[in-house]
């Protein structure tokens, strides 16, 4: 069996015992829906555009003034992330619904990038300029204080939101819901230090019990389907099995020592992702730009292993693989198997791997901001053979 336990000690992680936080039996009002949508041109346009969402983590660790973020963060790119996560979101005194990207990778929450933001008589125009770049995408605009309204009882009166005047690589979406931790907004709003994300907001004025967020994913094989959960202000007990494993939350991102998330794939650091390649047999597959396997070799193929706290976090064969119902729309053939595992290149900043939507849709995880750590469980679709 490969493990990258076993074979690289950067996959285990130390865990730190803390106060848990408030789990909840199910309750719709702390919950919005997800839904999964894909904008893929191609595999190859898979695996950049998670390399360029990796390079922007990387640069941002690795810079040590605003400056130098900025000017990394400015290089033009062609389209956001491949497979994204996306909520309805209603803006300002109308409850103008917008589309937007579910981003754990970022903590700016902007709109404009396809419906125009229409100011009402909520909204207050700060003046203060904003500016992210995300690697596979970038926006900039004017900051507003507007109601933001996640679900009829998740409304934060108060939200400093960005209001896109130009964007580059947002295509059928309207701009981001940024979930990521608040010191990323750093830099990205003139005038200011940092802005509260929504998760602060709703926790600063009441409306959550706990500064946390959790998410569930289901596996599928659809290109476009509602088949997730961001639930605020604790965990939803009703999706997860077992414990949840804790471990202290590492850098600016939702990191554990030096994992991230934000990705579509999984990606290994060079070293790693080799011995992976060479453990099940894969070979490029020039047409997709994702390592193929035969059928005998995924009957043979192993679960690859993550160790988080001390916690064994298997995906099995089917999780390593994209669903194959969806072969074509990445230039694939419908008959072939093709791995979600992509090179992440050499270490950099310490960067070593990057559990990306394939790794969070098969185990339910906790961002949890009042204790600085993150926590991953096991779902009933841990195991799911949907591929």
Known sequence: MFSPVLLLGFVTIVSTVVANPVVINRSPILSIPLTKIHNITSGHNLVASGLARAQNFKDRAQAHDLAAIKKRQAVPVSTHEAVTYVASVGVGASNKQYKL??????????????????????????????????????????????KVALSSSLVITSQSIGVASESIGFANVDGILGIGPVDLTQGTVSGVSTVPTVTDDLFSQGTIAENVIAISFEPTTTDEV?????FFGGTDSSKFTGAITYTTKSGDYWGITQTTCGTTLLYLEETGFNKYIKATGATLDNATGLYKITTAQYNALENLVFTIGGTEFSLTPNAQIWPRSLNTDIGGSASSIYLVVADLGADEAGFDFIDGYVFLERFYSVFDTTNSRVGFATTSFTTATTN
């Open 226 to 230: 509602t088949n997730g959960e961001l």
């Open 101 to 146: 990207i579910v981003d754990t990778g970022s903590s700016n929450t902007w709109v404009g990038a396809s419906t125009e933001y229409v100011a009402s008589s909520t909204s207050i125009n700060t003046g203060h300029v904003v500016i992210v770049g995300y690697g596979s995408g970038e926006f900039a605009g004017t900051e507003y204080l507007d």
